[in-house]
């Protein structure tokens, strides 16, 4: 049984930063597409970071050069650290496993692409 389960979120000012963790349990996060994605009030969940099997990243356009992906693969967790943090970041975000190890840049970054998904984890950036 494959479970997602993240922590770290929280409330923190414009321009802070969190970190976002997720435990991956039942699949080994190295060998599949792993991503991040949130979803806010009244909008469609979009996809925000990725990493495949090979350890190659893809980021949305919104998050570049401000959020980063990375995996432990020792602990089998998968983290977010987010940086620069504004208010439009304001939402839910979460944690979802692919069955695959590889997928073209779009797929990865839509909801489509990913067979489990974690109960995310709120993050409210104050102005």
């Known amino acids: 049984q494959v479970q997602l389960v993240e922590s770290g979120g929280g409330t923190v000012q414009s321009g802070g930063s969190l970190r976002l963790s997720c435990a991956v349990l039942?699949?080994?996060?190295?060998?599949?597409?792993m991503g991040w994605f949130r979803q806010a009030p009244g909008r469609e969940r979009e996809g925000l970071a990725t990493?495949?099997?090979?350890?190659?990243?893809t980021y949305e356009d919104s998050v570049k050069g401000r959020f980063t992906i990375s995996r432990d693969n020792a602990k089998n967790t998968l983290q977010l650290q987010m940086d620069s943090l504004e208010p439009e970041d304001t939402a839910i975000y979460y944690c979802?496993?692919?069955?695959?190890?590889?997928?073209?840049?779009?797929?990865?970054?839509?909801?489509?692409?990913?067979?489990?998904w974690g109960q995310g984890t709120q993050v409210t950036v104050s102005s």
């Open positions: 990493i495949d099997s090979v350890g190659r990243t």
């Open positions: 979802a496993a692919s069955l695959y190890g590889l997928m073209t840049t779009d797929r990865a970054l839509s909801v489509d692409g990913y067979h489990y």
């Open positions: 039942g699949v080994t996060a190295s060998s599949h597409v």
